[in-house]
């Protein structure tokens, strides 16, 4: 959901990023299509997540967080894994509260129904929103 929103507010705003989303934890999985139930409530925003969209295991492709620049997650368990994980030094790492200003971390809304979506798509597009004003 967080791709989806970041995606969208780039492509609106004629910036040319990339943005990838993936998992660190020891669940992630590597080609694992996206829940729908996250392709569902983003399309209540309007936000179409692609149909080929999968799962990204980050422990399988750490030339993503070589690359990334910039790098969001839910929690703090999250970021403190990336950065055991990886030579992380120079680069940004936040939690997308840490992001907004704030702390504290968004619950990861998997087996939590579609209302446990709505939750986490809201409060990640509250965090994204908050965050992003210091770059528009």
């Known amino acids: 959901m967080t791709e989806g929103f970041l995606k969208d507010f780039f492509a609106r705003n004629n910036m040319k ?11 992630a999985r590597d080609g694992m299509l ?3 139930d996250a392709k569902f409530v983003m399309k209540e925003f309007f936000i179409d997540l692609p ?13 993503l967080i070589q690359r990334a620049d910039l790098i969001l997650t839910l929690t703090d368990k999250h970021k403190k894994e990336i950065i ?4 992380s030094d120079n680069k940004e790492i ?3 509260r840490e992001f907004a200003g704030e702390n504290g ?11 446990g979506f709505r939750k986490a798509r809201d ?4 965090c994204l929103d908050k965050g992003l004003r210091k770059y528009s």
Do not use: A, H, Q, W
């Not at 055991?84 to 030579?87: A, E, L, P």
């Not at 409060?123 to 509250?126: A, G, P, V, Y």
């Open 105 to 115: 971390d968004i619950e990861d809304p998997s087996m939590k129904g579609l209302e």
């Open 84 to 87: 055991v994980f990886t030579d």
């Open 123 to 126: 409060e990640i597009k509250r």
């Open 17 to 27: 990023i990339e943005v990838y989303s993936g998992g660190i934890s020891s669940n």
């Open 94 to 96: 936040y939690t997308l």
């Open 51 to 63: 149909e080929d969209s999968v799962s990204i295991d980050l422990k399988k492709r750490p030339e």
């Open 34 to 36: 996206i829940s729908l």
